[in-house]
């Protein structure tokens, strides 16, 4: 036997008549299959109806008709999503959800079982939707105003009324169908009138004494019922005054007290008997017999250990009810010290530390107490000290500090200029500094400055005078040169001396022009110093300068000096003598240029037994000095064909200061010979030019006596 094959194509499902209808409307939910099978075998069907993915409906069926699943009379509860599933041998389909949506509620209608009551009597309303289903919300409503709420999943709900006050209440209801994820809500049923009569019995409440009331007076106080028709119920009775309950009871309450200015307000009597309440209401006044006192203290800051003044007082009293010695004043606490000549007037000794005072008032046993006066002694502000913040430098701006190092804030900080003010400033947190910004022009003035502290009444304190160390800028930088500029010869050592007028310490840098970094740097306490410079050559020839620069940070520079490093001494001699010594004819005082004719008369100078070397052209003569009695006059007398020949002496000014350079032996004398030409002009070829330089027989005297040496270094050759 061969089986059944089938195939589920689609489900549908429809809503008949519409999918929007209103109320009342019969609504036919239509679910159709199409199926496929191999055979004439009817195949047994599944359907299940869903509404918002809930199962409503479910049939087993062997027939291939559409299942059709009616909702008479639609309402409002049957609004939903629907859904149709067919299922086949283990296969099924379902279809797609379609919307029915339901308009229009029934209007409520409300029942009340009495419509005339007494205070405290229950009225039973029922408030009914007609013919609706689903889940509800019903509302009670007095005069518009929801009273209760029942939700039930019928459609009647029943309500207990009770009313707080008698006339005529009007009531009416509501409901609302919940329809998830929506709601609708109904119309409001009619009103229903109920009428609440009073009952007789009230609450009675009584103060004496009636007449005005003083502070410390005795208040007598009664709650009680009257007209008790109904003795067989319970009653109960509260006292209170404001939110206080003070007594409570059945038939009557009592209450006594001493009255005070605080129990101004409301009394109330309140009555409970059932759903019954009553209350009786009273305002009291009372009069106060004398005011909550001040404390002060005088004065209005105090020094430790200093006598202080405090006043307690009462602003008013009602003199009518209370003698002037029947209101006494005290302090508390007592421990300290007081003295009192005056009722509520202490003199009190400042304490080390913060204390706190209460006044208190007393009289007819009516106590009263002054908020508390906190008392916080200021600490004396100590001297002053005065220092600067940084390095002071003339002319530029620097700061001066004042701080104590004790003392209550504020603190008022004056700047003196000896004694007249300068500026004030006040230092109110612990973190602040009294700084001021000044700027001197002479180092004396430094010394004119103080500072004044303050923080009270008291005579404010002087700091000392400033002591400060005062920077002078770096001026007049001067670069000396030693030995002379003229006498700096091979192999001589060299002194470059710099110089300035300022505060040490002080940086000195000396430069060679073309060199970018300096040659040598030294920092000294002293204004001037010196590099030496040792064993000179010609490659050491240039223009020099020193910088030097101090605290104050201005860098001074001195001008340049050109340095010529001249050929030794003794390569000139030699170079002479290698020259002219075979020109030499044993004549004094003469040399020949290769003819007896020409003669030049030279000075002689036997003290100084000095050399002279003449150099003219390319030839250079050099001539030893002769002792004078080997002078030949007729040598001496001879004319010579030579061209005119002019001495010139130049003679060295020696130093201002023989303690930095010292002396040197004879006088040091250079001649320049300057040819004259017999046709008025210089003949160059024939004669060239004769200098002679007069070379003592002792060496220099910068040898002799060098300046003190700090330091040296061998100059870069170029």
Request: aromatic content about 8%.
């Amino acid at each position: 036997m061969c089986s059944l094959v089938f195939k589920i194509k689609d489900i549908t499902l429809s809503i008949e008549p519409a999918p929007d209808v209103t109320r009342d409307t019969n609504v036919t939910l239509r679910c159709k299959a199409f199926v496929s099978s191999s055979g004439l075998e009817a195949l047994s069907r599944e359907y299940r109806i869903y509404k918002d993915g809930n199962t409503i409906y479910s049939k087993n069926t062997s027939t291939s008709e559409d299942l059709l699943y009616p909702l008479s009379e639609a309402r409002v509860s049957n609004s939903g999503k629907y859904k149709c599933k067919i299922s086949i041998e283990q296969k099924d389909m379902t279809s797609g959800a379609e919307k029915l949506t339901v308009a229009g509620l029934s209007k409520p209608l409300l029942h009340i079982n009495k419509g005339v009551v007494s205070e405290g009597e229950e009225v039973t309303a029922t408030c009914t939707a007609p013919g609706e289903t689903g889940s509800f919300f019903f509302y009670f409503y007095e005069d518009s105003k929801e009273i209760q709420e029942k939700q039930v999943n019928s459609n009647q709900a029943e309500a207990r009324l009770h009313f707080s006050s008698t006339g005529y209440h009007k009531i009416h209801c509501g409901y609302t169908v919940l329809v998830t994820p929506e709601s609708f809500k109904s119309k409001e049923s009619l009103s229903v009138t109920v009428s609440v009569k009073e009952l007789p019995i009230v609450a009675v409440l009584e103060i004496l004494p009636k007449s005005k009331i003083y502070e410390g007076d005795k208040l007598d106080i009664f709650c009680s019922v009257k007209n008790n028709s109904r003795s067989s119920e319970s009653i109960n009775l509260y006292l209170s005054q404001g939110s206080q309950l003070l007594s409570s009871g059945y038939s009557t309450v009592n209450h006594s007290m001493i009255a005070l200015a605080k129990d101004t307000g409301e009394f109330e009597c309140r009555l409970e008997m059932g759903n019954v309440r009553k209350f009786d209401t009273m305002a009291v006044s009372v009069t106060e017999l004398f005011s909550v006192p001040t404390l002060t203290m005088y004065p209005a800051e105090v020094f430790q250990r200093e006598y202080m003044t405090l006043n307690c007082t009462s602003e008013s009293s009602a003199s009518e009810r209370l003698g002037r010695d029947e209101l006494t004043y005290t302090l508390d606490p007592t421990e300290s010290p007081l003295i009192s000549k005056v009722n509520g007037v202490f003199s009190v000794k400042a304490l080390l530390y913060d204390f706190n005072y209460t006044c208190v008032a007393k009289a007819k046993e009516i106590v009263k107490r002054s908020e508390t006066l906190t008392v916080r002694p200021k600490v004396a502000v100590s001297a002053p000290k005065i220092s600067v913040v940084g390095r002071v430098v003339i002319g530029q701006s620097f700061k001066i500090l004042c701080q104590s190092d004790i003392g209550s804030l504020p603190i008022t900080y004056t700047l003196l200029w000896g004694y007249d003010q300068l500026n004030i400033t006040t230092v109110k947190e612990r973190f602040q500094q009294a700084l001021f910004t000044v700027t001197i022009r002479k180092s004396d003035e430094i010394r004119k400055y103080m500072c004044e502290a303050r923080n009270g009444q008291r005579e404010a304190p002087l700091s000392k005078r400033l002591n400060a160390t005062v920077i002078v800028p770096l001026t007049n930088p001067i670069l000396t040169v030693l030995p002379h500029l003229p006498e700096i010869s091979e192999g001589d050592h060299l002194y470059l001396i710099c110089g300035v007028n300022g505060t040490p310490p002080v940086t000195f840098k000396w430069y060679r022009v073309g060199n970018e970094h300096p040659l040598y740097t030294i920092t000294t306490y002293m204004n001037n110093t010196n590099y030496r410079v040792s064993a000179l050559s010609k490659e050491h020839s240039g223009m020099y300068y020193c910088e030097a620069i101090n605290h104050a940070n201005i860098v001074v520079r001195s001008d340049l000096v050109t340095i010529e490093v001249r050929l030794a001494l003794w390569k000139k001699g030699l170079i002479g003598g290698f020259c002219a010594a075979p020109l030499y004819d044993g004549t004094e005082g003469r040399v020949t240029n290769g003819a007896r004719d020409s003669v030049a008369s030279l000075p002689v100078d036997i003290s100084n037994r000095s050399s002279y070397m003449r150099v003219e052209g390319a030839a250079v003569s050099v001539w030893s000095e002769r002792r004078p009695e080997e002078a030949n006059d007729e040598e001496s007398s001879m004319v010579s064909n030579e061209p005119d020949v002019e001495y010139t002496e130049v003679v060295h000014p020696r130093p201002l200061d023989p303690a930095r350079v010292p002396p040197k032996k004879g006088t040091d004398t250079v001649y320049s010979e300057l040819q004259n030409s017999p046709h008025g002009a210089t003949d160059h070829h024939e004669y060239g030019s004769v200098e002679y330089a007069e070379l003592n027989s002792e060496p220099p005297g910068i040898n002799h006596f060098p300046p003190e040496i700090h330091h040296h270094q061998e100059l870069p050759v170029d």
